[in-house]
């Protein structure tokens, strides 16, 4: 067996939960793995689809982005983490404050 065929899969729905200064607020991402290659999207507050970003797949390294819309502005959100078979660890930075995310694979 290669160790490509031992890694894990990011395709499929991944959710979780996200603390803010609002409270807890539930994260989905459904994502597709193509190669070292990934795309997908998460879904905004209001229910609408925000695109997966420059996403990419090395071993269990994960890397994407995700720019969203608020009051006219656009911010960008780069995630970074480790994939494991059926979670995914993901470090980011939000208005100035690293966070850390886990999400588990449905």
Do not use: C
């Not at 603390?19 to 989905?28: A, I, K």
């Not at 608020?70 to 078979?85: I, W």
Request: charge should be neutral; aromatic fraction near 8%; glycine fraction near 8%.
């Amino acid at each position: 067996m290669t160790v490509s065929a031992l890694a894990a899969d990011a395709t499929g729905k991944w959710v979780g939960k996200m603390e803010t200064p609002n409270g807890s607020r539930d994260v989905t991402f459904n994502l597709k793995q193509d190669g070292e290659k990934l795309s997908g999207h998460t879904l905004a507050r209001d229910g609408s689809e925000i695109k997966v970003e420059d996403g990419s797949v090395k071993g269990d390294d994960v890397a994407f982005s995700v720019t969203r819309k608020f009051n006219d502005r656009e911010f960008k959100t780069n995630y970074k983490g480790k994939l494991a078979e059926k979670e995914l660890k993901l470090k980011f930075t939000m208005f100035d404050q690293d966070r850390e995310l886990v999400l588990k694979k449905e």
